[in-house]
């Protein structure tokens, strides 16, 4: 591959009449892992809900691999760009191992004993190996967005999007997940996180990049950005979390 896997071009969205993201450009390399941060309302989940075909955009251009997912058929571009949400979205009538195991077989194809095999070692991936029979009503908030992280790494996606899938967690849950991110980074998972955890993004990010009223206001490298924002609106969003 040359190039950046995923890019956005000139992204323009809109709700109804009001735009909420502005000429939006930004581009994430293979097992680079960009944090995308900044004010609620910045435009961040909806990019990367674009990205995922979630949302249409009215202009601009996205690409995975140098190929345009506006033209892609949507259900291909969802197993190679997993996502995870704030909410976990898992079945409530079927165990750990069905949720996981339920994509693979339907969409892709596979055997049933393959995928529940490739489902179980996921499972125990996110440290979940004892918790397979489980259903989603008997696990924590956290070992539900485990079993939703271990789901769309199902799917063996190229990149891997994360939109604050530690907001809707008890302050003592947050951490089991953001190891499990961690862990994916250090294994070369591409991925592009947002989220509103600063210690996390300066430890697991390689890149930066700052948003504010749908436009990106800033991208640096992580240790930069923290050390030595280089724009007012960076310093200043800085100045209140830190």
Do not use: W
Request: net charge negative.
């Amino acid at each position: 591959m040359t190039g950046p896997l995923v890019e956005f071009d000139g992204v323009d969205k809109f709700f109804g009449d009001e735009q909420v993201l502005h000429d939006v450009d930004l581009s994430v390399d293979e097992r680079e892992v960009v944090v995308v941060i900044g004010p609620s309302g910045s435009g961040k989940s909806t990019l990367l809900r674009c990205a995922n075909r979630l949302e249409s955009i009215r202009g601009g251009d996205i690409r995975l691999d140098g190929r345009s997912v506006l033209d892609a058929n949507v259900n291909e571009i969802r197993q190679q760009i997993g996502m995870v949400f704030q909410s976990f979205n898992l079945f409530p009538h079927k165990t750990a191992l069905e949720n996981v195991a339920l994509g693979p077989r339907k969409v892709k194809g596979l055997p049933a004993e393959t995928a529940t095999e490739r489902a179980r070692e996921l499972l125990d991936r996110v440290g979940l190996a004892t918790q397979t029979g489980s259903y989603p009503g008997g696990l924590s908030g956290g070992q539900q967005q485990r079993v939703a992280i271990a789901r769309a790494l199902a799917m063996e996606p190229q990149v891997m999007l994360f939109d604050e899938v530690t907001s809707a967690l008890d302050p003592e849950l947050v951490g089991e997940v953001l190891d499990v991110i961690e862990g994916l980074a250090a294994d070369g998972m591409t991925m592009v996180l947002v989220t509103h955890e600063m210690g996390f993004a300066r430890e697991v990010g390689d890149r930066i990049v700052l948003m504010a009223d749908g436009r990106v206001v800033e991208r640096t490298e992580t240790e930069s950005f923290f050390d030595r924002p280089e724009t007012d609106r960076g310093r200043q969003f800085l100045s209140r979390l830190l």
